[in-house]
């Protein structure tokens, strides 16, 4: 084989056309003779497998293969036979014969060009362009929402923002020029407005620093008494201290626990996990 010509797919000379490879003549129903030899060799590509050379016969040549039984016959029809169109195809339809999935596809694309994706509703023909997914009612009703947004919006930046206050403080002009010079810090204050909010945001920033200071000082004195009753307990010799670091589930969260003197545990008391318990005698 190695002394014949290699031609790619493209590549085969026009008199060489009406050559076969071997899966060619078998697709009608033909095989390489006994002593049959090849033409050519075509060269070709196969994902997966790389470039690979295969053998091209005469078909003219070839001999015939054995028949096909009915029940093969029968079998091979099935296998041709569209279930949706019920056309027998040259090739196997896996699930619809190649026309019926081009169809379906280009029907689910038409279905697709007629629906509205923000409201699923499907009109008789493609809507118009530019409207974002929205049909006419849905346009209609984003539109008006628009302007009376955009209206409450200039309302709102017109006037002061102080509470029950309603006095407007900037003109259309003022407040697009002062947006425009960005960062807008929102609707100008009037006057009185302002100086209540200045005042009553200091009346507050005073209030959470006394608050603050209040816990700061009750954390204090709770420390303290503690720091007093730490020091009572150890002065006291008819006290131990049991000092325990309780783990997973085997600990002392409920259970009962005593002690004397000598460390021997004998009566009881509570103790809770991480916590140092006491114990009198
Ligand atoms: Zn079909
Ligand atoms: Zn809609
Ligand atoms: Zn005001």
């Known amino acids: ?18 050559l076969r490879t ?40 070839a001999a015939q293969m054995r028949p096909l039984s009915a029940k093969q016959q029968a079998a091979m029809k099935a296998r041709r036979t569209c279930p949706n169109c019920n056309v027998v195809r040259r090739y196997v339809a896996y699930r619809v014969c190649q026309e019926c999935a081009v169809k379906e596809q280009q029907e689910c694309m038409e279905l697709q060009s007629r629906t509205y994706w923000r409201c699923c509703r499907v009109s008789v023909t493609p ?3 530019g409207r974002d997914g929205r049909c006419e009612p849905c346009w209609l009703q984003w539109v008006i929402q ?40 929102g609707p100008r204050w009037c006057p009185p407005c302002a100086e209540r909010d200045e ?22 004195d709770e420390v303290a008494s ?15 201290v049991l000092d325990a670091v309780i783990r997973g ?22 103790v809770s996990p991480t916590r140092r318990a006491v114990f009198r005698k």
């Open 226 to 240: 503690l720091i007093e009753w730490a020091r009572a307990v150890l002065t006291d010799p008819d006290t131990v």
């Open 199 to 220: 005042r009553e945001r200091a009346e507050q920033l005073r209030a959470d620093q006394e608050a603050r200071g209040h816990a700061r000082e009750a954390r204090r």
């Open 249 to 270: 589930e085997a600990c002392l969260t409920s259970g009962s626990v005593s002690a004397n003197a000598r460390g021997r545990i004998t009566r009881s008391g509570t």
């Open 22 to 61: 071997t899966t060619e003549l078998k697709a009608q129903r033909l095989k390489p003779a006994d002593g049959q030899q090849p033409v050519t060799l075509l060269r070709v590509y196969r994902r997966g497998h790389g470039w690979g050379e295969f053998p091209l016969y005469d078909p003219a040549q």
């Open 127 to 129: 809507g118009p362009q």
């Open 1 to 18: 084989m190695g002394s014949l010509p290699e031609y790619g797919r493209k590549e085969v000379p026009g008199h060489l056309h009406h």
């Open 146 to 185: 628009r302007q009376f947004e955009g209206e409450r919006f200039a309302v709102w930046s017109r006037a002061c923002p102080g509470r029950y206050c309603q006095k407007v403080t900037a003109t259309d002009a003022e407040v697009s020029a002062e947006r425009a010079a960005r960062p807008w810090r």
